[in-house]
């Protein structure tokens, strides 16, 4: 029979592996077969793990904490993201270069989670990234959408600035939805209801189920992005200035706003 394997997170002190304790500290060995009795239920009673390494990072940091590969011997609840089983054994502790490996679709990374390549941030998309979640290259800022700026939500190129679209910028603009102008500034923009709602489920390019890559289009992320969102953010989002329908759906693919 195959195993079933699983990865889970653990912090380390003179003692040894123990989990984030909630009173006191459970410590853990390699090699070593744990089990708990009663009834298993996230967060309260269970050996807890992911299916997927890049989950583990939700809860530790998985290249300063210590990431094992286990096997689940018990029953098992889930949530989707993190599970919890009434028997494990904790079979070997990954080396950083096997987390790496595990936890990005590029090569030459030192973050994680990253689909590009020879990135020292996390979640990038481009390439040579030293900062996070950049879809462009050679940022050393966040969230640029453009190349070679050293700011952060760029989607631009060369600024050094924040929040510009345009080339050597060093001031904020106003920003413009839906093709016309507005009063708001990107920082008021990104301290706005709209913005909260807009990102209040990931837009998620690749996923793992059951330990198996899956690649989405932009559209088809969108479609299963907006699906999560709550009706209330939803309503927040249709509520932006100058909101249009059909410039949405032309930007996302997502016809009905409704469901």
């Given at each position: ?47 807890h793990f992911c299916s997927s390494i890049n989950c583990v990072h ?202």
């Amino acid at each position: 029979m195959s195993k079933t394997i699983g990865y889970k997170g653990f912090k380390k002190d003179i003692k040894g592996l123990y989990c984030q304790p909630k009173q006191t500290k459970t410590y853990y060995k390699v090699g070593k077969i744990y089990e708990v009795e009663g009834e298993l239920s996230l967060c309260n009673n269970g050996f807890h793990f992911c299916s997927s390494i890049n989950c583990v990072h939700d809860y530790y940091h998985i290249l300063n904490d210590v990431v094992c590969e286990v096997e689940i011997l018990g029953d098992v609840v889930t949530d989707g993201t993190k599970s919890c089983t009434n028997k494990i054994k904790i079979l070997k502790k990954l080396t950083k270069q096997q987390v790496l490996e595990l936890s990005n679709i590029g090569y030459d990374n030192t973050g994680v989670q990253n689909s590009g390549n020879c990135n020292s941030g996390n979640y990038n998309s481009g390439n040579y990234n030293s900062g996070n979640r950049n879809s462009g290259n050679r940022n050393s800022g966040d969230r640029n959408s453009g190349n070679r700026n050293s700011g952060d939500w760029n989607s631009g190129n060369w600024n050094s600035g924040d929040w510009n679209s345009g080339f050597f910028n060093t001031d904020e603009p106003t920003i413009r939805l839906f093709n016309n102008d507005t009063e708001m500034k990107h920082s008021e923009f990104y301290d706005s209801k709209y913005y909260a709602a807009l990102v209040s489920e990931p837009l998620l390019l690749t996923d793992y189920i059951d330990d198996t890559l899956i690649t989405y289009d932009y559209k088809e992320a969108c479609q299963i992005w907006w699906n999560k969102l709550t009706d209330e953010n939803k309503k927040i989002i249709r509520s932006m200035p100058n909101f249009d329908t059909k410039i949405f759906e032309k930007i996302t693919g997502i016809k009905n706003l409704l469901k």
